[in-house]
């Protein structure tokens, strides 16, 4: 597997032959000319995870990826041929498989309406198993080699984090959902996530690809 992140929570995943990218949001642009994908995918509907400006675009330059959203992303943002993913379903793309979890955004606060969210996991035999958790950290699913760890959002405070790492228990993981965050900040996640769990941090600079298994 070879994972390339691409700023925020963009992460572009190349495993058995297949080229996935996950949450191409608002706060990054390297993703913009991406080419050759065979799918994309929308945790949810939060412009962050998908850009309603630069994502169409993206898809007009793939034409034959895939498209698989969190179902209230259907009809919020114009993507051509975007598929509904529920929370418990999965799919198979080539040797790959994408299974959805959880089912429900953080709360905020308690006055603004939760949305849809969904984890993503995404396995092949022989190869090491991600979790791309979204916006929530309530799912941790088991089995899981490399995390994509959330370092700062409005709805986590490092606490959770760290017990939500702790609870995936995956032997690696790096650090997304960084772009409200400046370098003092990502340091001090980045320091107590191998402190206090079992998780060994890789530190990709963006755009930088590497090889996880």
């Given amino acids: 597997m070879r994972i390339t992140h691409l700023g925020h929570s963009a992460v572009l995943v190349e495993v058995a032959g297949q080229r996935l990218l996950l949450d191409p949001g608002n706060f990054s642009s390297e993703w913009h000319s991406l080419t050759d994908l065979d799918a994309v995918l929308i945790t949810h509907q939060h412009a962050d995870h998908v850009d309603p400006e630069h994502v169409p675009t993206l898809l007009a330059a793939n034409p034959r990826a895939r498209v698989y959203v969190e179902p209230q992303v259907v009809g919020k943002v114009p993507l051509t041929g975007a598929r509904p993913l529920a929370a418990d379903a999965s799919v198979e793309l080539g040797g790959v498989t994408i299974s959805a979890v959880g ?19 995404i396995s092949a035999s022989g190869e090491p198993t991600l979790f791309h958790p979204g916006d929530s950290l309530a799912e941790v699913p088991q089995g899981v080699d490399l995390v994509a760890i959330p370092a ?16 995936v228990g995956a032997p690696q993981g790096f650090l997304i959902h960084e772009g409200l965050l400046n ?16 998780t060994s941090l890789l530190t990709p600079a963006i755009g930088e690809a590497l090889l996880v298994g």
């Fill in 152 to 167: 700062y959002g409005p709805w986590a405070a490092m606490g959770e984090t760290i017990d939500f790492v702790r609870a």
């Fill in 183 to 198: 370098g003092r900040g990502r340091a001090l996640i980045a320091s107590r996530i191998p402190e206090l769990t079992v």
């Fill in 103 to 121: 089912g429900l955004h953080a709360v905020i606060h308690r006055d603004i309406p939760r949305i849809g969210n969904v984890g993503l996991v």
